[in-house]
């Protein structure tokens, strides 16, 4: 690392975070840095604690701790970040779920911008309700895992009622998204991306789950009870645990889908673990409590598994990061076994409970 550029980083960000908190009334901070770059966040205590003023920042924060997220100007999505931040709102609003609640700035904008003239280079900045609790990994229990189930299922319901306005725009996570252009079933990206990694047996494979996930999706039902607004990405670094109530952070990849893709992606965080079928089975329970799981749940929950695990190669292949794209072969290799099994086992309709 060089240092003396990440010290300057830190620097200049810090001038943009004090920057950005004078468009709030929570009165003098204390700034944390948690994550410099493109996207960076601070850790925001208010010395002000909640009820000695009226800024509505520090009402909404319980404890007087915001996290501040910057953004480079330059590449924005305004149109989706505020689509994330409706949603948000109104989880707030109708329910007594614990998520992030997107905070005002003085005049009432959520996405103000900082510009300042030392520092050549404009961002926008979002304040939110920091939210307690830590992460459970090793420690997770069938009882906590049950809860987060609940959580899901609640989630899920609300987004089954949400109503989202016109200018609502969020991405859909589908068949075509996975297995289209730029992907690991496009030969131009194939050759030009994949290294050579991507030969006729790695091809067929993948050809032969694009098909069956293209016949499978045309029959897992689309409606409002099984499809709709997703967080998409409440892996266990992605919800916590505040005196045994569940709290869910980063919605930055709330997505349309399936609902079952979410569960999906959280039972993933369990997979291959000793007390794997413990954890599992309580999860689903945990979301039947709330809501009904299809009949075909296994089966869809294990298509959906293979189907993201194309969509992790597509990221490697996708990206410019040396580290990442060096772990590509390894990647590969585990895939390819898993997505054989996969092929096997539902070309013998086998029970799709049984894990790698």
Not at 227 to 245: A, S, T
Not at 256 to 272: H, P, R
Request: charged share 25%.
């Amino acid at each position: 690392m060089d240092t003396a550029n990440y010290n300057s980083q830190v620097r200049r960000l810090r001038i943009l975070a004090e920057a950005a908190l004078t468009h709030y009334d929570i009165g003098g901070t204390r700034l944390m840095l948690l994550s410099p770059g493109e996207h960076s966040v601070f850790r925001i205590a208010s010395y002000v604690r909640p009820g000695m003023h009226a800024g509505n920042a520090a009402a909404g924060s319980g404890d007087g701790r915001f996290a501040l997220h910057l953004f480079r100007k330059e590449g924005f999505d305004r149109v989706l970040w505020n689509s994330e931040l409706q949603w948000l709102t109104a989880l707030k609003r109708d329910t007594d779920l614990l998520v992030p609640e997107p905070i005002a700035a003085r005049d009432g904008a959520l996405m103000p911008e900082v510009r300042i003239e030392d520092v050549e280079e404009e961002c926008v900045c979002l304040l939110f309700s920091w939210m307690p609790g830590r992460s459970v990994d090793s420690g997770l229990s069938p009882t906590l895992f049950e809860r987060v189930g609940t959580f899901l299922a609640r989630l899920h319901q609300h987004s089954r009622q949400f109503v989202p306005s016109e200018d609502f725009v969020r991405p859909r996570w589908d068949w075509q998204q996975v297995f289209e252009d730029e992907t690991v079933l496009d030969p131009d990206f194939a050759t030009t991306r994949c290294e050579g990694l991507i030969t006729g047996r790695e091809y067929r494979i993948f050809s032969e789950v694009a098909e069956r996930a293209r016949e499978e999706f045309s029959t897992i039902p689309a409606g409002p009870d099984s499809y709709g607004l997703i967080h998409g990405n409440l892996r266990q670094d992605c919800y916590l645990f505040h005196k045994g109530e569940v709290c869910a952070i980063d919605f930055h990849k709330c997505c349309w889908s399936y609902y079952l893709v979410d569960l999906s992606i959280t039972l993933d965080g369990v997979a291959g673990r000793q007390d794997e079928d413990l954890l599992r089975h309580a999860f689903l329970r945990g979301y039947e409590r709330v809501r009904p799981l299809p009949e075909q749940h296994e089966r869809w929950l294990r298509l959906f598994e293979a189907v993201r695990l194309i969509e992790h190669l597509n990221f490697i292949f996708r990206s410019d990061d040396p580290t990442l794209r060096a772990t590509a072969p390894t990647q590969l290799a585990f895939v390819l076994d898993w997505l054989q099994h996969f092929v096997h086992i539902s070309s013998g309709r086998h029970s799709f409970s049984t894990r790698l």
